[in-house]
């Protein structure tokens, strides 16, 4: 028997309105080395970039340090003032907007959409939603880069898990799956979670 979408994750606003965003299990200060990887491997170096559940803001601003005209997104309007802070603290420029992926009001359009962590916490009814969510945001080719924890990842607490199959065939509609690669989410939990790393390009 499964855990209820509502009993397995918290309450986002909540968490980040009464925790520090350092003691944060995803919490990474630099760039994710398989996003800074895969920008490479693409030749990715300038253009508009979504964040997707920018939570603490860290690769957003490291995106916006690196030249990228960066947005970052969450659910929890908290998580987006502390973002803007630390944004304004670093001295680097970042939209940051409380949004949510399945009720979308953000418009624009993107050459690359980062998820570190929203996808695989979503009810699995609601996936599809979110995959017509990031095309929709994302301009014909489009690289969805897309993080979340991996198959291979023991237990069944916390976020949802996934195989490379599982992401071919849930995103098969709008995306080709380009990658997927075992690796790990850095973070501040010791050892760190096997995680997979996703690239698809929007169809």
Known sequence: MTTPQSERFPDWETLYRQQS??????YYASLDPDLEAALREHGLTRGRLLDLGTGPGTQAIALAAR??????TDLSASAVAKATALAQAQGVRVTFVQDDVLA???????????????????????RGAYVDAAAGWLVPGGLLLLKTFSKLQPGDVGPHRFSPDE??????????LLSATETVYQGTLDPLPKALFSVLRRL
């Not at 965003?21 to 995803?26: D, G």
């Not at 030249?67 to 970052?72: C, I, L, R, V």
């Not at 998820?115 to 699995?124: A, E, Q, T």
């Not at 065939?169 to 995306?175: C, G, Q, Y």
Request: glycine share 8%; hydrophobic share 40%; charged share 25%.
């Open 104 to 126: 979308s009001r953000l418009s624009g359009s993107f050459d690359a959409v980062f998820d570190r962590g929203c996808f695989h916490v979503i009810d699995p009814a609601r």
């Open 167 to 176: 992401i071919r065939t849930t995103f098969a509609s709008r995306f080709e």
């Open 21 to 26: 965003s350092e003691t944060l299990p995803w």
């Open 67 to 72: 030249g990228f005209e960066a947005t970052g």
